[in-house]
């Protein structure tokens, strides 16, 4: 071995790896900040009587596609889609036949084109088996009658180079590569699709009353990574479902949000709401802009023309300054809506008003995806540039018949991005004192190891966050850390107060000093951390 070479394996290239773009690491005491968020939604939302529900990260990709529309900037552009293992797997198999298939003909040996075919059939199978895999049967029976038939020629090796043998063969590739292989999956771009999966799939409109569910998690698109826009990012939402679409239930959740919102202490927000009607009186309505569109398209930019044909609510999203006048003329939706619809909205502005909701209306809120029927609503909030929206919700009432579910259920729920929620919260400075360390066991001498691990694990079962040490540390250093370390009280055990079994407890704000014997102790530092400070 050279001496190059040797050098090569002792020291392997370097590499250092990157979150993936779009992608971020929370780290402390940032995460400390989102625990926060997270467990002040579900104290919220509890208090409302919803409850959590978690659903996969991925799901068939046609769940997605047909959910949020298949017209859609998410289902078009963002998606993370890929095929599941054994997708892959039969994928990589139908290469094997084909490489098998031409081998055969080269070496005139059928068996070289039986073994993959055999395992295609075996990987088959065995998902049938597993229920991973959906497979019209009589597609597999035949494809598996082939290969047997095709087995029992190759075996009999008198019929070798048979013309039978050709016409077979040409049958089971085809068959096989024809043969549906695993769908794709995708990463959830949103979760309300998978909420209304898994509301139908459990049957759960035979549970009694509306089902009230909240959620909170990762959601994936792949945008343009910027100031409050990610790849991986999170939502805190919320969904009922039930046979009820009563004006009440739209108001509740969006009482509901901004009670989260003002606990959380999000600055300048803003509710807007608005309704874009249902399936009786939206179509014309569309239609009518369209035709009111048309008539200024050339004065509208690419996009805008554009959706004039393809979904012309999306134009009255346009941020372009010169649109803005434009559109302002165009017909306004809520002089539109069918009188159910008229309704219903107006009962929806009544009972915010009930509630003690401030709120705006405004017209143009359609938002992007295709399932929203009446009430939309959207939250902005301050710090955060043109990246302002913290939520976005609305109902969506054909959204469960859509997806095969029984007919006559209803929905409304809202996603907030707890991304943009935490950032506002952070821009505006206003933020939650949250518990941090509580005691520094500062321990000298072998004799004190003991009795510090013994009070460690009582202070710990008190709720208190504890640091002890794992190697013994001078007196100063010791301090030093724990003031580092932000700890508010250094507990010192030295040898003489593993002899006494006392101990000194020094508050690291103002140097003040204390000794306890171990009940007094405990007493005074339970009192000291009770409610918010203890973890
Ligand atoms: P936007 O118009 O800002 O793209 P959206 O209409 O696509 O938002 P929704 O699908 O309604 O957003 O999702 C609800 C909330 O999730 C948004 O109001 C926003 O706070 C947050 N959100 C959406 N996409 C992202 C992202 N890529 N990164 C961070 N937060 C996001
Ligand atoms: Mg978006």
Known sequence: MSENSAEKIDKPERRQFRAIKGTRDILPPDSALWNWFEQSARQVFESYNFRDIRTPIFEQTDLFARAVGADTDIVHKEMYVFGDQRALRLEALQEKIEEGAADAERENDQKLFLEPVRQFIDEIEAGLAAGEMEASRSAFDSLAENYRRFDAIASDQAMRCEPEFGNLRGDLSFKCWDFPIGETLALRPEATASVCRAYIEHGMQTLPGNQKLYYVGPMFRRERPQKGRYRQFYQVGAEVLGPSDAPAIDAEVVEMLLTLFHRVGLANIKLYVNSIGCKECRPKYVELLREKLREVKDRLKEDSQRRIETNPLRVLDSKLPEEQPIIETLPRISEHLCDACREHFAKLKEELALRGVGYEENWRLVRGLDYYTRTTFEVTAAGLGSQNAVCGGGRYDGLVELLGGPAGIKGIGFAIGADRAILSIQESGNLPKLPGLAVFIAWMGAKAYAPALSIAKKLRALGLAVELPP?????????????????????????????????????????????????????????????????
């Not at 002899?499 to 407890?505: H, M, N, P």
């Not at 690291?508 to 102790?521: F, G, H, I, T, V």
Request: hydrophobic share 40%; aromatic share 8%; net charge negative.
């Open 471 to 535: 190697e013994e540390l001078k007196f100063r250093k010791s301090l030093g850390l724990a003031d580092k370390l932000g700890a508010r009280y250094a507990l010192i055990i030295g040898e003489d107060e593993a002899a006494s079994g006392t101990f000194t407890l020094k508050r690291l704000s103002d140097a003040q000093q204390q000794k306890l014997d171990e009940p007094a102790l405990l007493d005074f530092l339970q009192s000291e951390f009770r409610g918010a400070n203890a973890r």
